[in-house]
Each structure stands twice: as C-alpha cells, then as structure tokens.
C-alpha cells in the first residue's frame, strides 16, 4: 500500500529516470534549426570539429546533445529518416551503457546510429554486435550511409574473411559483426605469437543487438577452438616415454583438490636436457611443453578404473 502511494507521488523508477533525460533531449532539439542551416560539406565538417573538441579534453557527455542532432540530420538527409525524441531517449541510455528495451518496428537500428557515432569520435572503434551475418552486412551498408556522410568508415566482420580483411574492418571507425566473429577472432589473436598479427585493436565501445539472447541464451555454447589431432600423435609418444623419469614433489607438484599438476623449476630443466631443447617457452618449442603439460596431467591425475575406463580398445573418462 505505502509503496503504490510513494509511487503515485514520487513516480516510478523507470519515470524518474525518464524525467533526468527530457532536459537532454531538449539540449538535442534546440540545436536542431542551428544543424539544419548548413550545408553537406558544413554538417560532415562537425566530425572533424567534434574529434578536434575531444582532443582539447572537452567530455564526451558534453559533445552528446550537437552530436547527436548531427546524426539525426544526416539520417534526415541520406535515408529520409529523422529520429523521434523517444528515440533520442534509446539513444542517450545506450551511451549511458544501459539497456533499453525497444519492439520490433521502432527503430532500434536508427537509434543505434547516434551513441555508436559519438564513441567513435575518439578514433578507438566502435562495435555493432548483431545475431547473423545478414543484419551484420546489411547494417553495415545500410546505415553505413550515415556514417560515410558524417566521414567516418566502416566495416563488417563476416564468416570466411582472411586477416587481412577482418584487421581492414576492425580498424575501421565502426565495425559491425556477429558474436561468434567477435569472439572467435578474439580467441584466434590470443593464439598468434606477435602482436602484429593481431586483426583486434584495443576495445573501446561495443553496442549489443538483442542482448538477452546473446549474452544469455547463446552465452551457454562456448567458443571452442581446436587444432588439428593428428598432428599430435608422434608427439604424444615421444613425451609419454618420458615421464617416468619425472618424480614427484622434485619434479612436479600435484594439487588433487583443484586437480592440477604443475612441473617445477627442476622438472623444466630436466625436460629441456631429455628433450635436448634450451628453453621450452620459446614460441618454437610450445608444443612440446603444451604435451609436456598434458602428459604430467595424465600420469599424475588419472587413474585408470577410477577416472578412466578402457573399453574395447578405447578410453572413456569417468564423470
């Protein structure tokens, strides 16, 4: 009773927050007739202006109101569509980091337009993250429009694109994708020995189409990356014979409660001079000291009948 009452009286949450952004949607309407006055070349001079005000140390929160009137009018302009001030509202709470919930048909791809156009201001990037490889390019082309109108670039990451390609993308002002690209070309730069050959720059801003199924229903498939077995398999055998001559405590440690085991210094060291290798972390000799890990996990760890079967020729862990 007492809580329907504050409500009436205080308003909800929901309104109250409302209520702190009509102000800054008033601060983008009023300068609405100014932005209008000028011409093609005079609007797209804005990014320049505005990235130079970024520079100077002015915030990007400062910028919000005559960026975002920039973007709506180059909308006008270029796709005949110019945004509602609920939709500036959709806006405003996306910078804020926020989710707004918006039905199919009111135009969350235009709204969209007006946060990812002012985090790209920094030079930094920009990510559009959407559910499929259509939306990615059709996005990317369609309000794309916008963005090369305000002389900004942008990219898409679609499904089989070379390096050389997806770095192209990511180093573009706002790059649209799937997911799965993003996080898989994070994954694969993860496995690359130099930096350089890394297609990902650092993060900057990142807006999510349909968050609740990405982030929760499709977060429940891991991203797995695997290399090819049969390339291992020699390998295995050389290690396996091996690690009889490891003992424990001198030469590897074992941790049963988080099931883990790890050489020590003087494992290592006896690895390199069995293996006849100088040091087992440089980048040439990874495989051998990922077989090496993996090796000491199964002498060490397993044990068969009780964490593994053998049946009919084949191994079965027991979970």
């Not at 927050?17 to 949607?25: D, N, W, Y």
């Not at 609405?32 to 140390?57: C, M, S």
């Not at 797995?224 to 440690?253: C, D, Q, W």
Request: with cysteine; proline share 3%; net charge negative.
């Amino acid at each position: 009773m007492l809580s329907n009452v504050l409500t009436k009286v205080f308003g909800s949450k929901n309104e109250r927050i409302l209520k702190k952004l009509r102000p800054v949607v008033e601060q983008i309407n009023s300068f609405e007739p100014e932005i209008q006055k000028l011409d093609d070349a005079g609007l797209r001079a804005k990014t320049v202006e505005f990235r130079e005000r970024l520079t100077k140390g002015e915030p990007l929160d400062d910028l919000l109101p005559e960026a975002f009137a920039a973007v709506r009018e180059a909308g006008r302009r270029v796709l005949d569509m110019r945004a509602y001030d609920v939709q500036l509202v959709g806006a405003i709470i996306l910078h804020q980091g926020c989710i707004t919930e918006m039905k199919t048909g009111e135009g969350k791809t235009l709204v969209a337009t007006m946060p990812i156009y002012l985090n790209a201001l920094s030079g930094k990037g920009a990510h559009v993250v959407t559910v499929n490889d259509y939306l990615a390019r059709r996005d990317a082309e369609w309000m794309g429009e916008v963005y090369r109108f305000l002389g900004m670039t942008v990219g898409s990451i679609v499904h089989d694109m070379d390096d050389d390609a997806r770095r192209a993308a990511y180093n573009s002002d706002i790059t649209y994708g799937t997911n799965n690209e993003f996080g898989f070309d994070y994954l694969r730069d993860n496995m690359k020995f130099d930096v350089g050959d890394f297609c990902q720059r650092e993060l900057n801003y990142a807006i999510v189409d349909e968050v609740d199924s990405i982030l929760i229903d499709e977060a429940r498939t891991p991203l797995i990356i695997s290399g090819p077995s049969e390339l291992s398999t020699g390998l295995y055998n050389e290690v396996n014979k091996i690690m009889p001559r490891f003992k424990a405590e001198e030469h590897y440690t074992v941790d049963e409660k988080d099931r883990q085991a790890s050489f020590t210094e003087e494992g290592i060291a006896l690895a390199e001079e069995i293996l006849q290798v100088s040091n087992l972390y440089e980048p040439k000799n990874i495989d051998y000291l990922h077989h090496l890990n993996q090796s000491l996990k199964a002498h060490a760890l397993f044990k068969r009948d009780v964490d593994y079967i053998v049946k009919d020729g084949e191994v079965v862990i027991v979970d």
